[in-house]
């Protein structure tokens, strides 16, 4: 054992608390990572992924070797793969509004080859029938890194995790500072992740998960949810259950969003694409071709209010009536 230190200059004071919802699983740098961890564990050969992904979770199964089957969605968000013949199945929680379809695809497919992607749907509980369930709490959270998997495997770690120096610039410079001028630090933290290992969260991160007020942040994201249905539901293509604990706020127009998305850039509003990434992948014109290209993603989080969220409203009112 290491000889305690004494003296010397300080080191943060964060408490051993318990607060992280999903302690049980098991907790790696990313959510990336995690899959990595499972698949390898598993021995996984074959696995069907929907095409509208972003890459980075295809890293795992390329380091891996694994023979990718791609499925589409059709417009409820339910897989089509009429050739299921017993293969693992990674499914989405698509921005934390398909608990129904997580449970019907759980229903559907080999409940104990599904594996539930809930890195959009940090707040929705685990379906424990199924193989296996992901979190990647740094979308919901001030965490530099993390990404859980709960599972009733065993999984190992390989070693332990560093905090990525890049992921705390860009957390203190936005703290300090502003979004912008963290930027870069945040895209070089995000790269780095693709770097998949079996290594075990860093310690400062687990410290932050167990030290976070997760209950006022669903409070109120759940607020926020049920102001921004209400304001923009009649002309949203899609149907955002008030139940659901989503990410953001998916909200789908009848025309290609990026005008929209310039007018409040103007106003510093800065909204997610999901996923450039995919487009290689999906047709055009399909319903995941609608989800990048004419869908904009509100951000609802814990640290915004209802004035802020009112101000956004306005913006996409007034834009959508003129059109
Ligand atoms: C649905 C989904 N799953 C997994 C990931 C990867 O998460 P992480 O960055 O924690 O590896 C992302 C984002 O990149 C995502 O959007």
Redesign the pocket.
């Known amino acids: 054992m290491e000889m305690k230190e004494t003296g010397g200059y300080f080191e943060f004071d964060i408490k051993e608390n318990d607060n992280y919802p999903y302690a049980d699983g098991f907790h790696y740098k990313?959510?990336?990572s995690a899959f990595y961890s499972f698949l390898k564990n598993e021995n996984v050969k074959k696995i069907y992924i929907p095409s509208y992904?972003?890459d980075?979770?295809l890293k795992p199964l390329e380091k891996l070797n694994i023979d990718i089957k791609l499925y589409s969605l059709d417009e409820n968000f339910n897989p089509i793969i009429p050739d299921y013949n017993n293969e693992h199945i990674l499914y989405?929680n698509y921005f934390g509004i398909c608990d129904a379809v997580v449970e019907q695809v759980v229903l559907k497919y080999s409940a104990e080859r599904v594996i539930i992607?809930n890195?959009?749907a940090f707040f929705s509980k685990p379906m424990l029938q199924c193989a296996a369930i992901i979190y990647?709490p740094?979308k919901f959270l001030p965490v530099p890194e993390g990404?859980t998997i709960v599972t009733s495997k065993k999984l190992i770690y390989s070693g332990q995790s560093k905090t990525s120096i890049n992921a705390l610039s860009a957390l203190v410079k936005r703290f300090e500072e502003n979004a912008q001028s963290g930027y870069e630090y945040f895209r070089k933290a995000s790269e780095e992740?693709n770097k998949v290992s079996c290594d075990k969260i860093s310690k400062l991160s687990f410290y932050l998960l167990n030290n976070m007020d997760y209950s006022s942040y669903l409070a109120i994201r759940e607020n926020n949810l049920k102001y921004l249905n209400s304001s923009l539901k009649s002309i949203n293509i899609l149907n955002v259950s008030e139940n659901s604990k989503p990410l953001c706020y998916p909200l789908m127009l009848k025309f290609n969003v990026s005008e929209l998305k310039k007018k409040l850039i103007e106003n510093k509003i800065y909204v997610a694409t999901y996923w450039d990434d995919a487009i290689s992948r999906i047709r055009s014109n399909s319903f995941e071709s609608k989800l990048i290209f004419d869908t904009l993603y509100i951000p609802l989080d814990q640290r915004y209010n209802l004035d802020d969220l009112d101000k956004i409203v306005k913006i996409i009112k007034g834009f959508y009536d003129e059109k």
Do not use: K
Request: one cysteine or more; aromatic letters at 0%; glycine letters at 6%.
């Open positions: 990313s959510a990336r992904i972003c980075s979770m989405v992607d890195s959009q990647s740094r990404g992740l």
